[in-house]
């Protein structure tokens, strides 16, 4: 069986691309459904991070291992 989170955490990685504000995030994927738990699933696995920049501003990105995983992705469904 699939897992049903997987699709979901791909479309977050790639959602965020280069880089997207924490807030803008939070706004588009944070969920109080215990079943659905799209952004603890993605940083569990190391797929993304958040830092700040020099002014502050919290950003989250992809890491190497988020960008592999959505490499992963793109190439088992071209198959």
Do not use: H, I, Q
Request: aromatic fraction near 8%; include cysteine.
């Amino acid at each position: 069986m699939t897992d049903p989170l997987e699709p979901l955490v791909s479309d977050l990685v790639a959602w965020v691309g280069k880089r997207r504000r924490y807030t803008e995030v939070m706004d588009a994927w944070k969920t109080s459904c215990p079943r659905l738990p799209v952004w603890e699933e993605a940083m569990s696995r190391g797929l993304l991070v958040c830092g700040r920049d020099p002014d502050g501003v919290e950003w989250v990105r992809p890491t190497e291992k988020g960008e592999e995983f959505l490499l992963a992705r793109a190439d088992s469904a071209a198959c």
